[in-house]
């Protein structure tokens, strides 16, 4: 019996070129998943994809925390690239405690604890995501075979398990900085992600908001020094 069921379908238009966008209902649980599927699949072998956990803070709000933002638009990239590919939205928040627990999580990171710790004192396990709604997701699309962009080998051995032949993988790893350098040594040390510390520090990008940190001025005195223009004009 499939998993889930395909509720709706259109084109859809990003800053990466035209994919189709379908919902798909995850039956148990009714959660909304996506599939963004780009070009003709053909036989449905050997197909470029990515199984995103979905990431608020990091896809949307562009949170230098995690990769997740990165990830999902190098996917997204590397789709178009070759015009063809399925990224499967997935939707289990916060490795699938949800987006309330994970600011929760967050706010004991703030602390001093690491990703694994901050769940495991929330009495979550490191990891509760299952990706069962995946591989019914592959078959309603046509896939038989997937080369899936991640660094994570849970996600090919479930896919195999689940009838999905994974042909190869593809790593994807980008946007290391100075706010999840300890986020991503801890996928590594803890939950088996297969990257080394020289492909990340490849890949380092330059943020480092670091004076804004210490200077945390009041609102008011920001407001004063926002008056100091060159306009010409004069400000009281
Ligand atoms: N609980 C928790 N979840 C997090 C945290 N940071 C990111 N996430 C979630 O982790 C999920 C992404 O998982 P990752 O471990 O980064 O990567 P992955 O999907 O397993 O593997 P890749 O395919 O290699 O990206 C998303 O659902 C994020 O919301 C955190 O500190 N705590
Ligand atoms: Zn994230």
Redesign the pocket.
Known sequence: MMLVEQKAKAKLPTRYGIFDIYVFEELANGKEHVAMVMGDLGDGEKVLSRIH???LTGDIFHSLK???GF?LHTAMQNIAAEGRGVLIYHR????G?GLTN?IK??AL?DQGMD?VE??EALGFPADMRDFNACADIYTLLGVKSVELM???PR?LDTMRRDGINVVARRP?VVGKNVYNEN?LRV?TDK?Q?MFTQDELDSQNIDVDFAAQEQANLPQDEKGATAHKCNCGHHHD
Do not use: F, M, P, V
């Open positions: 956990s979905e990431c995690c990769d997740c990830q289990a928040e916060g490795r405690i994970k999580a967050y990171q990703t901050a769940n991640t660094n994570n996600k994807i986020y996928k939950l992600h």
